[in-house]
DNA sequence: CTCCAGGTTCCGG
DNA sequence: CCGGAACATGGA
């Protein structure tokens, strides 16, 4: 496919940075976040409020726009992957989850928007969730022109505390329409302090987050790992716990919830966050492709 | 049409 | 502490 010129004259101008150890479609695929669209060879999303377009060729990015300059941090580029790809166990589930999502990063997202579309999450399939994020983003958040065309931000806390929950529901948000409306505003009243959570250790951030309605264990862990830089923070999904139970606890009866909570804190170590993450892309992209017929 | 999805909350053993 | 049930919506 051949771009026409007045489509590349709109383009902005770029940079090329080194990204070793780095595989973008991996890392905007695997479920953590969800607004990103792929758009020509690259992806093309807002960096909090900046638009930036990355195209990855090999270990180079070629990244233009506004946000490309928070790329290196947004993606985690100096997270050291090869320390925490040798950190997994060495069993077989965890090999083929590896040389599955090799290159895959835990990125640094907005705490906001990481938080409130994991709230939107709960009995919801990605595509659904990318749904809805895209939905109270065009009706709710600020536009951003760029190359032509229109992105619009994540709607903050103060923004969708003051949206009616019929609106909401009309993203298709259905019961979660309550949670993110409350969410919204207790943070926008300042009761809950996002930015402050990042002055507690690990236990005391997960407790603040649970003080949110529709956040509990999963998805308090969801924003520590993927908003708050909590590497070794596991979240339990259906995925993992399947994962789990036909994994470390073939046929043993009685597994309680709690049991795989302590076995995944214990087991996975201190970067038990990517850990579960390669676990969760590799059963998914597995899953999904089987049976064509 | 039926099944199921990155859960949370509330309620009775 | 543990298992169940309700809660909405849409893609496969």
């Given amino acids: 496919m ?8 709109r383009r902005t101008p770029g940079a090329i940075l080194e990204a070793a150890e780095f595989d973008l479609r991996q ?4 479920g953590q976040v969800f607004h990103w669209e792929e758009v020509g ?10 638009p930036v377009h990355v195209e990855q060729r090999g270990s180079a990015l070629w990244v233009r726009g506004p946000g490309a300059e928070l790329v290196p941090d947004y993606f985690a580029l ?3 992957l090869g320390a925490i790809h040798a950190s997994f166990p060495a069993d077989p589930a965890m090999r083929a989850a590896l040389e599955c999502c090799r290159g895959l990063r835990i990125i640094r997202q907005p705490a906001w928007e990481c938080v409130a579309t994991f709230i939107t999450s709960s009995m919801k399939q990605v595509a659904h969730i990318r749904q809805m994020s895209a939905a109270m983003r065009e009706r709710f958040g600020e536009p951003v022109e760029f190359e032509g065309g229109r992105l619009f931000a994540f709607p ?5 505390s003051a949206v009616s929950e019929v609106a909401l529901r009309e ?14 505003l207790l943070i926008a009243s ?7 959570l990042r002055a507690l250790d690990d236990d005391a951030a997960r407790a603040e987050l649970c003080r949110l309605p529709g956040v509990g264990p999963k998805v308090a862990n969801c924003a520590l790992l993927f908003a708050f830089e909590r590497l070794r923070a596991f979240p339990i999904d ?3 716990e399947r994962v789990l139970r036909e994994t470390y606890f073939k046929r043993k009866r009685k597994v309680t919830a709690a049991r795989l909570r302590k076995f995944c804190d214990s087991y996975f170590g201190e970067f038990g966050g990517y850990a579960q993450q390669y676990l969760f892309h590799h059963a998914r992209s597995t899953r999904r492709k089987k049976a064509p017929k």
């Fill in 2 to 9: 051949t771009m026409g010129a007045r489509e590349a004259a």
């Fill in 238 to 240: 259906v995925w993992i």
């Fill in 41 to 50: 060879a690259g992806y093309l999303g807002l960096i909090g409020r900046k």
């Fill in 156 to 160: 903050t806390p103060a923004r969708l």
């Fill in 78 to 80: 100096d997270h050291p």
């Fill in 190 to 196: 300042g009761e809950v302090d996002l930015a402050a």
């Fill in 171 to 184: 993203c298709g948000l259905g019961y979660r329409a309550k949670n993110l409306l409350g969410a919204a």
């Fill in 27 to 30: 890392t905007l695929e695997s």
